[in-house]
């Protein structure tokens, strides 16, 4: 177990998913799918080269689940993207983050699994957050801030259909098929509104696919070489990463309500990855 290595790993990977946050945040003139569809082709170069490279089965097994994973995926990403023409790209982070909230009480239903009563409590913590963020800060735009919230609950649909999927298929695999059904999504719908990049808009929305790609590739390693109570905590220097960013290129302003909201959710989030690590340790 490499801890220093391990936060090292972490810290390129929320740097490098704070610098495509900021990219995106950037883009304001190209519209959501359009940078849905270069965010994938960036990545597909990657991933179809890893898989080229090692000899793996580019169509994997469960292709039914991994085309599931696919279109839940796309359409979280797509929210996500529309919700940042609306809301602080540091905000729109911190609620997306919700992901695992939702993840959780889905798979009550879906897996059959249960939530401690510690967790609902942290999880409360986290909603209390979300409240304070809409109830006092009178910036938060009400739409942006529904696009994020189903973002995030569409994401949380990621978590349950990976847990179905399972160690079955290969993790560039799975990632790959998000990929292409992203591009196929991103590119057919952005034929209806299409607007011609600049040179810069283009450097800027090819390179998304290289930042989230290295992004997921360091997490990757970290939680390869450290526990996951140890690891998973450091996700969330994506938010604080990501609001400087705001501030100091967008002059984005958080109010002190939206700073201590986010601090709730960050909170209750952390809480309880570090206890249910330590539950699942125990077993």
Known sequence: MDVKAAIKFMLISTMAFACMNTIVKSLVNVNAFQIVFFRSVGSLVFTFGFLFKNKIPVLGNNKKLMIIRGLVGVTSMSL??????????G??????????????????????ERIRKWQWLFFAIAFFGVLIIKGFDTQINTYGLVLILVAALFSGMVYVVLSKIGKS??????????????????????????????????????????????????????????????????????????VLFG??????????????????????????????????KNK
């Open 91 to 112: 905000t729109a982070v911190t609620l997306r983050y919700l992901a695992p909230i939702f993840a959780s009480v889905l798979a009550i239903f879906i897996l059959k």
């Open 80 to 89: 996500y993207f529309m919700s940042t023409k609306y809301l602080p790209i």
């Open 247 to 280: 501030v100091f290129m967008f002059s984005e302003i958080y109010t002190v309500w939206s700073l201590l909201g986010i601090a709730l959710i960050i909170t209750g989030l952390i809480l309880n990855v570090v206890y249910k690590a330590k539950m699942d």
């Open 169 to 242: 298929e290969h993790p560039v695999v799975v990632v790959n098929y998000f990929m292409v059904i992203s591009t196929i999504v991103g590119g057919v719908i952005s034929v209806f509104n299409w607007t011609t990049p600049t040179a810069m808009e283009l450097v800027l929305l090819l390179s998304l696919g290289v930042f989230g790609y290295f992004g997921q590739v360091y997490m990757t390693k970290a939680f390869q070489v450290a526990s996951t109570n140890q690891v998973a905590p450091l996700k969330y220097l994506e938010v604080i990463f990501t």
